[in-house]
């Protein structure tokens, strides 16, 4: 059985995202964003094939798709060196994972805290480093 084609965000068929529908002005913002479900069956498909990183990230891009725009921008901001100490680094990976059904950015998240605190790229203040 096949799977049904690739659809955006909005659940619009990807086929539909044209040159001309944005033209024509029948395109919205929410139809230029991909759906997890896409992203997971990437994520399968590469995982099938033997590139386990890869899946990894696809899978941590289909979490990412349920985190509103602002709060994601704010945690890039925390990931930025010396933004964030490694408790604060922590705390976002554990509400990553607990509060938003995100376990593959939590370890993201966790393994950057361990990186910075190993190359100094933490925020200097002391506080929670």
Do not use: C, F, K, W
Request: charged share 30%; proline share 5%.
């Amino acid at each position: 059985m096949a799977e049904d084609p690739p659809r955006t965000r909005s659940g619009r068929p990807l086929e539909d995202v044209t040159v001309e529908a944005l033209r024509a002005g029948t395109v919205a913002p929410s139809d230029l964003a991909i759906h997890a479900e896409t992203l997971l069956r990437q994520a399968r498909i590469a995982e099938e094939r033997g590139y386990r990183q890869l899946a990894r990230n696809y899978r941590r891009a289909a979490e990412l798709t349920r985190i509103p725009d602002a709060m994601l921008a704010g945690i890039y901001d925390r990931l930025r060196p010396r933004r964030s100490s490694y408790v604060e680094l922590l705390t976002l990976a554990q509400e990553m994972a607990a509060l938003h059904d995100a376990p593959e950015t939590g370890a993201y998240i966790r393994a950057a805290a361990e990186a910075y605190r190993d190359e100094g790229l933490l925020r200097s203040d002391g506080a929670g480093s």
